[in-house]
């Protein structure tokens, strides 16, 4: 099973920025899918940002124009670059993976916090 570190959460304030982390344990190009939910408290887990195939990135409606996932294969690496952050976008981010034998893998989650 691939295995998946999170890091770069926190507490900012609103309008701040910062930048999460995902460290996987294999070849990034091994994966079908790559990318990043989360989970505020209370509510269903939802999508910020993914990757499928290597293809176009998808962004959850509340996040476009503010969020940005990137990669760095070399590094087996995805980046998740999140700016003018609201009190809203608090929750546990989570890093997700699924490879192309239908498998997936979750990252144990970091957390973030807007507030002044």
């Known amino acids: 099973q691939v295995h998946l570190v999170e890091s770069g959460g926190g507490l900012v304030q609103p309008g701040g920025s910062l930048r999460l982390s995902c460290v996987a344990s294999?070849?990034?190009?091994?994966?079908?899918?790559l990318g990043w939910y989360r989970q505020a408290p209370g509510k269903q887990r939802e999508l910020v940002a993914h990757i499928i195939n290597g293809g176009n990135t998808n962004y959850g409606d509340s996040v476009k124009g503010r969020f940005t996932l990137s990669t760095d294969s070399a590094k087996n690496t995805v980046y998740l670059q999140m700016n003018s952050l609201k009190p809203e976008d608090t929750a546990v981010y989570y890093c997700?993976?699924?490879?192309?034998?239908?498998?997936?893998?979750w990252g144990q989650g970091t957390q973030v916090t807007v507030s002044s």
């Open positions: 997700h993976i699924n490879d192309y034998s239908g498998g997936g893998s």
């Open positions: 294999e070849n990034i190009f091994n994966f079908y899918s």
